[in-house]
């Protein structure tokens, strides 16, 4: 009896370890498969999260109305909102927001985006929102040629030098760069002072003042027709001898912009990379 159970298990062993070996290999591979495609699957679900937050981040930049003006909010509202407190400061700022309100009649403003262009942003879009017309001196002028005029009837080749913003140097492009930004604000400036229904030109003031690229392209205009007004002023001080406005007066009686050169490489460059337009 005890051979014939002896026999049965050894038997038993015999099938059941070489059938063990085999399904212990094919365990093994299977495991090891398993914690590959694991791996696999993680890196994959950790790139295609990264992917689907960079592409979601994309088209929140993409689609979100980016303004660079944001929308009219109540005057003494935000006024309250600001300046709280009982200091000074606090109390003279709430009576001067109260003074526009009761006395100029203003119910209503915009925040712009501070930034070294916030202030031409101001200007530009009270403009633009109000359909106010080309200045006559514009319309007198084609401003596309400029540029060309100064370079050519003034003899001022040093314009290569103009800085378009953080952009500090262009050379001979600076050329190029601005007729396109003077075409850039002309072509928009003609569009929307040309649409005289208030919804249809602030959904247009709405779509340029979204696009950074854009906008930058009429700052830089703005403030070249700043040089070139500079430029013009100066040659009448030198040449005739004739007066000019007291603005002018200051800006070439400083020692840091006695000409138009001065004055474009230490102060109007800067507009738009480190200072803004008040402190020039």
């Known amino acids: 009896g005890k051979y014939e159970v002896w026999s049965w298990t050894t038997a038993t062993k015999q099938f059941i370890c070489p059938v063990w070996q085999k399904v212990k290999v094919k365990l093994m591979l299977s495991m090891s498969f398993l914690i590959v495609v694991f791996c696999y699957c993680r890196r994959l679900y950790c790139f295609l999260a990264q992917l689907v937050k960079r592409w979601s981040n994309y088209l929140k930049r993409k689609l979100r109305r980016n303004l660079s003006v944001l929308t009219e909010v109540d005057l003494l509202g935000y006024s309250a909102r600001e300046w709280k ?67 050519y009837s003034q003899g001022c080749n040093w314009i290569q ?16 760069k601005l007729r396109k930004c003077m075409e850039a604000l002309k072509a928009n400036w003609a569009e929307i002072s040309a649409t005289k229904d208030s919804e249809e030109r602030g959904n247009l003031c709405n779509s340029l003042f979204s696009d950074e690229s854009k906008e930058r392209k009429l700052y830089e205009a703005v403030k070249f027709m ?51 337009l008040d402190q020039v």
């Open 226 to 276: 700043m040089l070139y007004e500079v430029v013009e002023a100066y040659e009448r001080i030198k040449t005739r001898g004739e007066p000019v406005h007291h603005l002018f007066s200051v800006l070439l009686a400083r020692d840091s912009s006695s000409d138009p050169l001065s004055f474009m490489m230490n102060h109007l460059n800067s507009i738009g990379d480190s200072i803004c």
């Open 161 to 176: 030098q103009y800085s378009f913003g953080p952009e500090r140097y262009t050379g001979p492009n600076a050329f190029g």
């Open 85 to 151: 407190g009982e200091t000074k400061q606090a109390k003279h700022m709430r009576e001067a927001y109260e003074e526009l309100f009761w006395s100029c009649h203003i119910k209503y403003l915009r925040q712009v985006r501070k930034d070294n262009y916030c202030v031409l942003r101001a200007v530009l879009f009270q403009i633009f929102s109000k359909g106010i017309p080309f200045p006559s001196w514009m319309k007198e002028r084609d401003i596309l040629k400029l540029p060309e005029k100064l370079l």
